[in-house]
């Protein structure tokens, strides 16, 4: 299995401009989660799909990020406008039901906004 | 709610040092429990797991033992490399009670020098 992709792997935008990072999660894995790390603030959930349906968004900052998942294998997280402190690290996850089951990471998002 | 607390960081130890890093948790019901590491530039990968009282997880050298009476799942290494270099979280996994998430510890930065 080719694990969770993530792109663009890397982007540098100037404040104001929107941004979408894109994600394929594990096929035949039914949640799938949005996270934001930073030297500052850790590891952040944004937020998570179960089945496609946004089950929690409590993580997600203020109403300039929003996300999808139109379909089983495709996810999207959109920052618009973005703002110099969305600098940070966006992986996105999947996992298949189960509490022993374990949570697969992508390599991330490396995202600058200058 | 359900919360996993680690030892700040960083650790510095030297090499074939013994390593302990102390997670203890907070659940509602009966989580599964995780460490995860994070090298340099990659996302989150697993490390080892433990699904039920006294389980012992083990992988690559490190250790962790599920103990329910003192809701801990300290990790343990008995001779540390410098390529073990890297951020370590613990997570836990309550089904019943938080659906299909998890919930991670802040990280604990381990920095092995030769």
């Known amino acids: 299995d080719a694990g969770v992709i993530q792109s663009p792997r890397h982007e540098v935008t100037e404040m104001g401009q929107e941004v979408t990072l894109r994600c394929k999660p594990i096929?035949?894995?039914?949640?799938l989660f949005w996270y934001r790390q930073t030297m500052m603030r850790g590891l952040e959930l944004l937020i998570y799909f179960n089945n496609n349906v946004p089950i929690d968004d409590s993580g997600m900052p203020e109403d300039r990020f929003s996300a999808k998942m139109p379909n089983a294998s495709f996810s999207t997280l959109k920052i618009q406008p973005s703002e110099p402190r969305d600098s940070a690290v966006y992986f996105c996850?999947?996992?298949?039901?189960?509490?022993?089951?374990?949570?697969?990471f992508g390599e991330g998002s490396w995202l600058t906004v200058v | 709610g359900n919360s996993v607390t680690q030892m700040e960081g960083p650790v510095t130890l030297s090499e074939e040092a013994f390593l302990t890093i102390n997670c203890t948790y907070t659940?509602?019901?009966?989580?599964?429990l995780f460490w995860y590491v994070q090298y340099p530039g990659e996302g989150l990968q697993l490390l080892l797991k433990?699904?039920?009282?006294?389980d012992k997880g083990s992988n690559k050298g490190f250790e962790a033992t599920y103990r329910k009476e003192t809701t801990s799942f300290h990790l343990e290494k008995g001779s540390v490399q410098v390529s073990d270099s890297a951020v370590y979280f613990c997570a836990l996994s309550d089904l019943a009670n938080a659906g299909n998430m998890l919930t991670f510890g802040g990280g604990t930065r381990l920095m092995v020098k030769p």
């Open positions: 096929s035949g894995h039914n949640s």
């Open positions: 996850a999947s996992r298949p039901t189960g509490a022993g089951n374990t949570i697969y």
């Open positions: 659940a509602t019901g009966y989580p599964s």
């Open positions: 433990a699904t039920k009282a006294d």
